[in-house]
């Protein structure tokens, strides 16, 4: 029996890509909740009131998002105060742009990832699906850290890698170091509202 080289490499393929559109997200609808939850990047530092990302994204989806972002914060302490926050806005997403103040303080790579997992299967027990964004290292060429994807791997649930990186790369687009500015946070919305496209939710 001849073995058909194409469709062999076709099926290969369709399970890649059955594998990859399992990360898919559910479709929000005009009345659900976006729950952005970090710290200083989420909470807005460097901009003013109403230009932080989950205001501009709010905008952009004409969808109710919460901003839930503590200056500051490490993630043990976002891991303390996130189940109450989920409890008491129910959201139908999660994102989660958290652990920037773990690398910056150089704290434990391997608390640091338990405390993102547990984050997200604090969510996913309550059955709201998460979108996370990597936070890159410090250094001359920026990139997220290596534990975001491998977290995301992990869990299952969609990651951008690139959008943070690419803003605070630019130094047009930062207030300091470490923080977006006005046009910034503009892009970083716009970049979440793309990201959350691609993946089904909007």
Do not use: W
């Amino acid at each position: 029996m001849k073995i058909n080289v194409l469709a062999i490499l076709l099926l290969v393929f369709a399970l890649f890509t059955c594998s990859d559109s399992s990360k898919n997200l559910s479709p929000l609808s005009s009345d659900a909740t976006i729950l952005a939850f970090g710290d200083s990047l989420t909470y807005g530092t460097g901009a003013n009131k109403g230009e932080d990302y989950p205001a501009l994204l709010s905008k952009l989806a004409n969808i109710t998002v919460i901003n839930a972002g503590v200056p500051g914060e490490i993630s043990s302490k976002g891991l303390e105060r996130l189940p109450k926050i989920l409890d008491e806005h129910k959201p139908d997403l999660l994102i989660l742009i958290h652990g920037g103040n773990d690398i910056l303080k150089k704290l434990s790579r391997i608390e640091q990832k338990s405390n993102l997992s547990a984050m997200i299967e604090s969510a996913k027990t309550r059955n709201i699906e998460v979108a996370m964004l990597g936070v890159p290292e410090p250094g001359i060429f920026l990139k997220s850290s290596e534990l975001y994807e491998e977290i995301a791997n992990e869990t299952n649930i969609p990651i951008e890698l690139s959008l943070l990186p690419d803003i605070l790369g630019d130094n047009s687009l930062k207030s300091d170091f470490a923080h977006p500015n006005a046009d910034g946070y503009q892009l970083l919305a716009e970049g979440i509202f793309e990201f959350l496209e691609d993946y089904d939710a909007l």
